[in-house]
């Protein structure tokens, strides 16, 4: 913090909190000083906030905004970095409000730097997480058959993951078939797959804190020319992707090495998305992996590779798999068949 001339951090999403704190509750603000921390909650997480050890702790009674300003001393002017994508303007409003003459700026640059460098307990976390969604998927593929709904498939997928020791799914799942495996970001609806149809599928979940982030597509039947010709460009995208990946690297030239390939096969403008993001505490955070990303990438990091082409009237394609950047390059977490599944 000296070095970013901040004189205080204040945290207010969950993920953050619990990175920090070790505080698993919904509800609380953290207050970080050069010398102390502060954990302020409410008398619904008495209990969980008894697990919290070297942070101050406080139950507020009322507002946790008034209870921090009766709580934290800083000299006039002082700086307080927030994470702008977390704290809204109302939470920054109650800040100023009840420590009058603060000061704020954006610090998601610090907290990214530190929440994207995994411990070995994190990292064991984080694997466990990767490997429950593995082992989910594979209990799935019976279902993907025609009749059976977009919908039905991603609920399986939740009580999966809760079922075999998730906290929760890191993300709502993606499920989408057939036109619509031309949307990255489809919400699975009641479609039913269909003879054909080429069906994405982007999921994850949580385990210790730590997200995982898998996507697989699935040929409902055999697969045309045209689209064995797509996933083999897709495949070999993200292979060049992750074989630029190392210790020191901009995020921009892994995105332009998964870019570079498929324009080369003629699907550059059918890339519609960076080729992939830090995984952690959050399902998108630093190293960004874009072409505008000059983020650099750190040993340690765990970061997940996914590259798609979406082109109409024939479907959507898109791979996605984890991997921990090395010294000298990267270690898939993944280890689910890369190749064409076809059912």
Do not use: W
Request: positive net charge.
């Amino acid at each position: 913090m000296e070095k970013e001339r901040l004189d205080a951090l204040l945290l207010t999403d969950p993920p953050h909190v619990r990175f920090f704190s070790g505080f698993k509750g919904s509800t609380a603000l953290l207050f970080i000083t050069r010398r102390s921390a502060l954990l302020i909650t409410d008398g619904r997480y008495r209990g969980e906030s008894r697990s919290v050890q070297h942070v101050a702790v406080h139950i507020a009674k009322r507002s946790l905004f008034e209870a921090l300003g009766k709580k934290v001393h800083l000299p006039p002017d002082s700086v307080v970095g927030i994470h702008e994508r977390h704290a809204s303007f109302a939470d920054v409003q109650a800040m100023k409000f009840h420590l009058p003459g603060m000061k704020v700026r954006t610090a998601a640059k610090l907290i990214g730097s530190v929440t994207s460098v995994r411990s070995r307990r994190d990292l064991a976390s984080q694997s466990t997480a990767v490997k429950l969604s593995e082992f989910v998927f594979g209990e799935i593929l019976d279902m993907l058959r025609p009749g059976v709904r977009e919908d039905e498939i991603a609920a399986e997928i939740t009580y999966l993951h809760r079922r075999f020791g998730a906290e929760r799914d890191a993300f709502e799942p993606i499920v989408a078939s057939g036109p619509r495996s031309t949307l990255p970001h489809a919400c699975p609806r009641g479609r039913k797959l269909r003879r054909g149809d080429l069906v994405v599928i982007d999921f994850g979940c949580v385990v210790g804190g730590f997200t995982s982030d898998i996507a697989r597509t699935v040929s409902i039947g055999r697969p045309s020319r045209r689209v064995r010709e797509m996933y083999d460009a897709v495949l070999e995208a993200q292979s060049r992707a992750i074989e630029a990946v190392a210790d020191g690297v901009r995020g921009k030239e892994v995105d332009r090495a998964a870019r570079d390939l498929l324009t080369s096969r003629g699907y550059g403008r059918e890339f519609i998305h960076a080729a992939g993001h830090g995984l952690g505490i959050e399902v998108h955070e630093p190293p960004r992996i874009s072409p505008r990303s000059n983020d650099i990438l750190a040993r340690g990091n765990v970061i997940a590779i996914e590259p798609g082409v979406y082109l109409p009237r024939v479907g959507g394609i898109r791979l996605e798999d984890d991997l921990i950047v090395t010294r000298s390059g990267a270690a898939l977490l993944t280890h689910l068949p890369r190749e064409m599944i076809i059912v």
